[in-house]
């Protein structure tokens, strides 16, 4: 991802939409493509939810939100 590139709210929710399951992922990180030049990148972390799920994906970068 370019350096001066900060995803928008809805860019990083289109790219979560395109994740997979991050229980069956063998990757410890994730990057989307928003565009030709543009990626996001998301990472593994251990967390269990309600549902009992061990892995979830989160986005460690700034978003602009208004």
Known sequence: MSEKYI???DSVLR???ELPD???SKTETHEV???KKRNITFR???MK???GK???WIFDGKM???
Request: charged residues 35%; glycine residues 4%.
């Open 7 to 9: 995803p928008s709210k």
């Open 15 to 17: 790219a979560a939409a």
């Open 22 to 24: 991050a229980e069956k």
């Open 33 to 35: 493509a928003l565009d």
């Open 44 to 46: 593994r972390i251990k």
């Open 49 to 51: 939810d309600a549902n």
């Open 54 to 56: 061990g892995y979830r």
């Open 64 to 66: 602009v939100v208004s």
